[in-house]
């Protein structure tokens, strides 16, 4: 049922809205007539003049420079093989994706309907004159060879089969590393590697490379071990067939080194590993299951240093540790081509880097006090945001070192600062919190589970191990909804706070909340009656430790799910008044918006708390808070009421915390123009600085700038997040869509996570008797 269900997700994700994952969108003004008289006709005969008189003004005029070609003929798609072009269109559109995200890169994916490799050849050629680089992706072995070899003698732009090489790279770096830490020469040590085809013949050739003798190696193909005998190798094979007829992995794992899988899942058994040489090195790389599980293979040896292509164990062997920023570097300095020592540039530059301190949003996304250097940190973490300004470069160098680059870089300090500036850091925050929500999921309670879109969140939430969902409503409703919809609740446990189950809980609750409000206008039966409301009922689930968050908002006014809260959970000591943030997603970073939903017109006082509460709230994502207290005056330069309370709010926040990156009144174009700032106001502390947060004079400013950023498509946006309170209660906004309600979740999970430090969720559910339904959700997690 599960698996059904992930496949309808799957499906929905690809077919909703615009079908598909990719579109292209104008970079230039194209909104007035002469506009378009510039970008088409006759303007565009200007340009098309220069390129006609020197071919290189290509890249000056057009996106080529930018612009990679995801190219396949779906004849070894993932682990599906042989499905052609169509079917493998989603998976070239997700590559184009990954090169987008990871390294601002262009992309067009093109499927070709056509095996013959010189014909692919030939038709590949052609497209040259459009595209600054071409990645091969899903192109069975042998034909890819002999596609990249002639597409690399044919072409004067870059050309990588990401499938043979990327791997190859990543799991060169960890084994430099990995032999470091084992203390091993990469010339002596003895390798046996299980797998023969386009991948593992790569990793072999690049680890000679790096110093690695053939005849150290031992391989095996799905006929047995590579030796002279055979007649059946190309002369690439020939020169690592080392074994023996009739020689088996386990014959050949004996007092091996270094194991390298690219093969299947299971083929490796702890006895083997057992019998390796001491220091033993295992990259077990198959997927979905390696040839050796982790758990097996640690447990059978201590001295072992283990890799998997998985990303819920250490060492992870991931392909997006390479090509994004290899072809950024190659691009950047219009390679020719990528070359073997462009290829060993990358390799060193990923090695180096595991070595140096890892930053705190490293730390966060993995739930780590401090990754470093050792046995299970021997290659990065995909999610470093470092990777662009390091691996890059150190492409593009060995690209101009070895002759390749027609356009070189003279200044590398420019180059690596537009590197890290480049993607901001919008989607690397929300990556980060998913990752760490991950690791430590919470239960959160959904309030309004009678809703579809609920409903659906909450299967994501559930499915992608980000917490344990608590539905709350009327089991046969919720449960015919589900059904309409295809949504299985299989696992998840509801609860009916009107219905007799949930009694006895109920009187509970009821009398802890009388204790609380006895003296603030509820008697004995309002404080029973209450408890049916499951606003009420979900945040007594949170204050007594039922639950560890709670989701509401979707159908009911702010002010109704707020009042529950503050009545049952309250604040946090030493806070005043909640307020509300929002997280906006923009193209130039993250950016925090406070107070947008919660004070009408605060007092100094209570603009400095919020501005205190705020600047915490940004720490928890493991950013240094920036803040633009905002006005519609500069410095004093109105004397209206207005403009003085928040010049006095920030003096309030200065004398609490002297060390803040805060000012104001400012108003807003001032806050984000480094360069007027710095020539009207040069004292001001935001001077240089990158503003991520802004604090608002009112709730209105701050609402009607939320409400106009999100509706012009100018951010995606997060929220509004609850700052303040005792325990996590998030308040969803009117209308919320089934993302955003995700993305409410992971909040809330971290949230728990801060605030939450006594026992761990797993040990909650797995000791309440109350909830038994949780232990085959805990088992599943």
Not at 394 to 418: F, M, N, Q, R, T
């Amino acid at each position: 049922m599960q698996k059904d269900l992930r496949k309808q997700q799957a499906l929905e994700y690809h077919a909703k809205g615009r079908p598909g994952k990719i579109e292209v969108v104008p970079t230039k003004e194209t909104k007035t007539q002469r506009d378009l008289s510039l970008a088409y006709s006759p303007g565009v005969a200007e340009p098309c003049k220069e390129i006609a008189a020197d071919k290189e003004n290509v890249y000056k005029y057009t996106a080529k420079g930018n612009l990679v070609a995801v190219i396949s003929n779906g004849t070894a798609v993932l682990g599906l093989g042989d499905i052609g072009p169509e079917a493998g269109k989603p998976v070239m559109e997700g590559k184009g994706v990954l090169f987008k995200i990871f390294a601002d890169i262009d992309v067009f994916d093109i499927e070709i309907d056509e095996k013959d490799p010189e014909k692919f050849v030939q038709i590949v050629k052609a497209l040259q004159p459009t595209f600054g680089g071409i990645n091969l992706e899903d192109i069975k072995a042998p034909e890819c060879f002999y596609i990249e070899q002639e597409l690399k003698k044919q072409l004067s732009i870059p050309v990588m089969h990401d499938d043979q090489h990327g791997t190859a790279i990543i799991s060169a770096a960890a084994l430099l590393n990995a032999l470091e830490i084992q203390k091993k020469k990469i010339d002596r040590v003895r390798y046996v590697v299980n797998g023969a085809g386009a991948a593992a013949m790569a990793c072999v050739q690049l680890y000679v490379g790096l110093g690695a003798k053939p005849e150290n190696f031992i391989m095996f193909d799905r006929k047995g071990a590579l030796h002279k005998d055979r007649e059946d190798m190309d002369d690439l094979k020939r020169q690592f067939a080392n074994g023996k007829p009739g020689m088996t992995l386990d014959d050949a794992m004996k007092d091996a080194d270094v194991f390298i899988g690219l093969s299947a899942g299971n083929t490796v058994t702890s006895s083997m590993v057992k019998s390796m040489a001491k220091n033993p090195i295992v990259f077990a790389m198959a997927n979905p299951d390696p040839e050796i599980s982790w758990e097996d293979a640690t447990a059978a040896r201590k001295d072992i240093i283990m890799a998997t292509g998985r990303s819920d164990y250490p060492n992870q062997v991931n392909n997006v540790l390479g090509f994004p920023y290899i072809f950024r570097g190659a691009l950047d300095v219009r390679a020719t081509s990528i070359n073997e020592e462009m290829k060993l540039a990358a390799v060193r530059a990923l090695a180096e880097m595991a070595k140096t301190p890892v930053p705190d949003i490293v730390n966060l996304a993995y739930n780590e006090k401090n990754i470093a250097f050792g046995p299970n940190y021997i290659i990065p973490k995909p999610l470093d945001p470092r990777l662009l300004s390091t691996v890059s470069p150190a492409v593009a160098k060995a690209a101009i070192e070895s002759g390749v680059a027609k356009y070189p870089i003279l200044d590398w300090e420019a180059y690596v600062a537009d590197l890290e500036t480049r993607l901001g850091q919008g989607n690397q925050v929300m990556r980060v919190v998913g990752n760490k929500a991950r690791t430590e999921p919470k239960r959160i309670v959904f309030a309004e589970a009678d809703n579809v879109k609920i409903l659906k969140a909450a299967q994501i939430v559930f499915d992608e191990g980000i917490g344990y969902p608590i539905l709350l409503g009327n089991e046969e409703k919720i449960r015919a909804i589900a059904a309409q919809n295809k949504i299985d609740l299989e696992s998840l446990p509801i609860l009916d706070p009107r219905s007799e189950d949930t009694k006895e809980k109920r009187v509970q609750y009821a009398e802890i909340f009388f204790e609380k409000r006895n003296r603030r206008g509820f008697n004995v039966h309002e404080a029973k009656k209450i408890m049916r409301d499951r606003n009420y009922f979900g945040c007594m689930m949170v204050e007594c430790g039922d639950a560890d968050a709670m989701i509401s908002g979707l159908t009911k006014n702010y002010p109704d799910t707020i009042r529950p809260a503050l009545q049952i959970i309250g604040t946090e000591e030493g806070v005043n008044k909640i307020a509300g943030m929002y997280l906006m997603l923009t193209k130039k970073g993250p950016l925090f918006l406070a107070d947008t939903t919660v004070n009408f017109n605060p007092t100094a006082e209570e603009l400095a708390e919020i501005t205190l509460l705020v600047a915490k709230e940004v720490r928890h994502f493991n950013m240094i808070p920036r803040i633009a207290m905002l006005s519609y005056s500069n410095f004093g330069s109105s004397n209206s009421p207005e403009a003085r309370l928040v010049a006095e709010a920030r003096k309030i926040v200065k004398g609490k915390m002297p060390s803040l990156i805060v000012d104001g009144e400012i108003q807003a174009n001032m806050a984000f123009n480094k360069d007027l700032l710095k020539e009207n106001y040069p004292f001001s502390e935001l001077v240089g600085q990158d503003v991520n947060t802004l604090v608002f004079p009112n709730l209105a400013s701050g609402n009607v700038t939320y409400n106009i950023l999100k509706e012009l498509g100018a951010a995606d946006a997060i929220g509004p997040v609850l700052l303040g309170l005792k325990k996590p209660v998030h308040v969803l906004q009117l209308g919320s869509s089934v993302h955003s309600i995700v993305n409410m979740a992971l909040i809330a999970v971290v949230d728990a996570q801060i605030k939450c430090k006594t026992s761990s969720t797993e040990e909650l559910v797995a000791r309440s008797g109350w909830w038994k339904k949780f232990k085959k959700v805990s088992k599943d997690l």
